[in-house]
Nanobody, 125 residues
């Protein structure tokens, strides 16, 4: 079992920045992939970014490329999502997830077996 605890998020003005954290505990995530998804009211869960824990290989969703950066700290078993140049359309509940073992250009929710509790990000115009 893996437990994921998210922190960060909140309210920010358009153009601002926020950082989300996702601390993993329990079984090691060393062989897995950590991903970030978001879900806005009335919309499907959307892939944001993913990172392969072993070598740091990264993938991003098209809507966040060039603005968001995913990273991880192996020593802390913690993943991060640095969000910059935020737009009102980035407003959503953000979830971290792990347990996936194969990277693909657009990760799917079903690829992941463990999820964080979610954190609200609100970007005001």
């Amino acid at each position: 079992q893996v437990q994921l605890m998210q922190s960060g998020g909140g309210l920010v003005q358009a153009g601002g920045s926020l950082r989300l954290s996702c601390a993993a505990s329990g079984r090691t995530v060393g062989t897995h992939i950590m991903g970030w998804f978001r879900q806005a009211p009335g919309k499907e869960r959307e892939f944001v970014a993913a990172i392969r824990w072993s070598d740091g290989y990264r993938l991003y969703g098209n809507s966040v490329k060039g603005r968001f950066t995913i990273s991880r700290d192996n020593t802390k078993n913690t993943g991060y999502l640095q969000m910059s140049s935020l737009k009102p359309e980035d407003t959503a509940v953000y979830f971290c997830a792990t347990g996936a073992t194969t990277m693909r250009s657009t990760m799917r929710s079903g690829d992941f077996g463990y999820w964080g509790q979610g954190t609200q990000v609100t970007v005001s115009s």
